[in-house]
């Protein structure tokens, strides 16, 4: 259930400790759990499962980083949240060594209820989110294997109906024939030349035509059946390909008896041929949206994680702002994604969703052809233009309103150009640091995507160019920029600008 309560575990060795942190997290409304020591704080990992597990570093008998290792030793929990709590000053070695132990922060003492009541709000989220996720793989998971056993009983029905023949040549999914094992005589019904493609006035049926209409990789099915017939077997069945002579390949299964005569010989073969391509590519497309599905749910936690690990904030109610607003950027062009049954993402819808929280009047201004970008590409986009239009509402042209903003783009052969102009706004001066959201542009464009990301901090307003491959096999993995994506402009008369939302 979406409201179902988390298992939080609390470890320390000091009990007044305990419970304070029970204290803080109490509104939470999660199960929290308490354990002494590091062995007690093992024995219920053991038997439940646990969402978050906050964690002091010095202990005695067994410490923190000690607890940390042994728990990512267990496959169980090898992706549990582990937040390190330290009443000492913590140096950098120390930072990284916790991080190596699995950790994905540290809180200092004196802790800040709110600060820990909000990491630890959103890595119960996260548990929560992936626990459903995983359940709705599992019903998918039924739902295919439910798919397919329709399919077989269809199969089955399909077989047993062999002999209302007239109907399925009519719709030229079935063919029966004939073979005399003793003179080599075929005779074909109307169906078997359909399956095959053949004219059935002009194709002369014999074993090396029937050999080369046939999958050169299932040649050797033909072999098995001819040995086995001569074996004394009285019935044979095998999926087969045959390649028509227009080049298209169908998928059939053939049935095959024998009629043997008084001394057990064979003296004439029939069979039924089944075209099952349709079916075939059913269950190719059922696998292909299982896997869709699960390379889809894992790509959106990997996100998550990101944004969540390296978002940074003012305070706690900023840093919860920062992180929904770049979730629901993703959330929104998933939205534009399923439309399209995630085929790809309209370049204007796209825009236009990420615009429209913004758009005030004709503050916004938008100009090029209608173009279809790729899920990965869509997705990392949008996370660009998310940052790009967060820091003009909070800073930039947006910020006023008499501040415009122009958004052009354009195809130029197979490479994606879009210019990003502000105007009227508070007057600009580039950054002396970057932030989260222009480091989130340039790794997004460049890094993933293999493009390339300039901005020109105008004192009339931010100028920002994106260059981005419409198709993988244009992306430059050596497309670095000038000055790490910012271009140089001399123009000293410019006033403060943040670089980041």
């Known amino acids: ?155 089955a029905r399909l077989l047993e109906s062999e002999q209302r023949r007239s109907l399925a040549i009519a719709a030229g999914k079935m063919g029966s024939w004939d073979w005399d094992w003793v003179n080599g005589d075929w005779m074909w019904d109307e169906g078997q030349y359909q399956i095959l493609g053949v004219d059935s006035k002009t194709f002369v049926v014999t074993p090396s035509k029937i050999q080369a209409l046939l999958h050169p990789e299932d040649i050797g099915e033909l072999r098995k059946a001819l040995a086995h017939f001569a074996k004394g077997a009285k019935s044979y069945e095998a999926e087969f390909r045959v390649i028509r002579p227009n080049g298209e390949i169908r998928w059939c299964v053939g049935t095959a008896a024998a009629t043997l005569d008084k001394a057990g010989r064979v003296v004439r ?29 894992k790509n959106a936690l990997a996100l998550a994680q990101s944004i969540v690990r390296l978002t940074r904030g003012e305070n706690v109610k900023a840093y919860i702002r920062s992180v929904e607003g770049r979730i629901n950027a993703l959330a929104r062009v998933h939205t534009v994604l399923s439309l399209s049954n995630w085929q790809g993402a309209e370049m204007r819808r796209l825009i236009g969703e990420e615009l429209a929280p913004y758009a005030v009047g004709d503050q916004i201004a938008l100009s090029g052809p209608e173009l279809q970008l790729q899920p990965a590409t869509a997705q990392t986009l949008a996370l660009a233009l998310h940052e790009l239009v967060t820091n003009s ?64 901090w105008r004192s009339e307003g931010l100028l920002c160019r994106l260059s981005v491959p419409l198709s993988p096999a244009l992306a430059r993995p050596d497309s670095g920029v000038h000055q790490g994506g910012v271009i140089e402009k001399n123009n000293p008369e410019r006033t403060a600008r943040s670089a980041d939302a």
């Open 393 to 456: 509402a909070k800073y930039g042209a947006l910020s006023t309103l008499s501040g415009r903003l122009s958004l052009r783009w354009e195809n130029d052969q197979g490479l994606l150009r879009l210019l990003w102009e502000e105007t009227g706004g508070p007057s600009v001066q580039e950054p002396t640091t970057r932030g989260f959201g222009t480091r989130t542009v340039l790794a997004s464009i460049e890094s993933q995507l293999g493009g390339e990301a300039r901005f020109d």
């Open 1 to 155: 259930m979406d409201n179902e309560k988390v298992n939080i575990l609390l470890v320390d060795d000091q009990p007044a400790k305990l419970l304070a942190y029970e204290v803080i997290l109490k509104e939470l409304g999660e199960n929290l759990v308490v354990a002494a020591s590091g062995r007690e704080a093992l024995e219920y990992l053991l038997k439940n499962e646990v969402a978050v597990i906050l964690v002091d570093v010095c202990m005695p008998e067994l410490d923190g980083f000690e607890l940390a290792a042994m728990i990512r030793d267990h496959p169980r929990f090898q992706k549990t949240a582990m937040i390190f709590i330290s009443a000492i000053q913590v140096s950098d070695l120390d930072r990284l060594r916790g991080y190596e132990m699995g950790a994905v922060d540290y809180v200092p003492v004196p802790v800040v209820p709110e600060v820990l009541r909000a990491k630890i709000k959103v890595f119960a989220e996260l548990y929560r989110k992936t626990r459903q996720l995983e359940r709705l793989n599992a019903e998918l998971e039924d739902r295919v294997r439910a798919r397919t056993a329709e399919l077989e009983e269809s199969h």
């Open 269 to 297: 073969v029939s069979g039924v041929t089944v075209d099952i391509t349709e079916r075939k590519h059913a269950e190719e497309r059922q696998n292909l949206l299982a896997r869709e599905v699960d390379h889809r749910a």
